[in-house]
Nanobody, 122 residues
Framework: HVQLVESGGGSVQAGGSLRLSCVVS???????MAWFRQAPGKGREVIAR????????YYADSVKGRFTISQENAWNTVYLQMNNLKPEDTAMYYC?????????????????WGQGTQVTVS
């Protein structure tokens, strides 16, 4: 059973940076790890994802070049480094994991979710 706990959200001025962390427990040998976000009144969207067995990460166009997904300690922690933040990045950010199948699949196929961490950019 995979458990995910996010941290690192907060309030920042436009142009600033934040790093979100997702501590992963119950890691399985191959998983898709992703960061989603949900702004008020909008649906949840994937902004970055990566396969634990390698391959290039995916980024949504809205964050490409500004956000970076990474991991350390053999996937014990997954990070989302967010630079040059914009007001439109304001949202609740969620770490999610998918333990089987391809990563580029609908949100409903992501099996495990963290509780979310709020990011506010003014």
């Amino acid at each position: 059973h995979v458990q995910l706990v996010e941290s690192g959200g907060g309030s920042v001025q436009a142009g600033g940076s934040l790093r979100l962390s997702c501590v992963v427990s119950g890691y399985t040998r191959s998983m898709c790890m992703a960061w989603f976000r949900q702004a008020p009144g909008k649906g949840r969207e994937v902004i970055a994802r990566i396969y634990t067995h390698g391959g290039l990460p995916y980024y949504a166009d809205s964050v490409k070049g500004r956000f970076t997904i990474s991991q350390e300690n053999a996937w014990n922690t997954v990070y989302l480094q967010m630079n040059n933040l914009k007001p439109e990045d304001t949202a609740m950010y969620y770490c999610a994991a998918k333990v089987s199948g391809a990563c580029a699949r609908p949100i409903a196929e992501y099996n495990y979710w963290g509780q979310g961490t709020q990011v506010t950019v003014s």
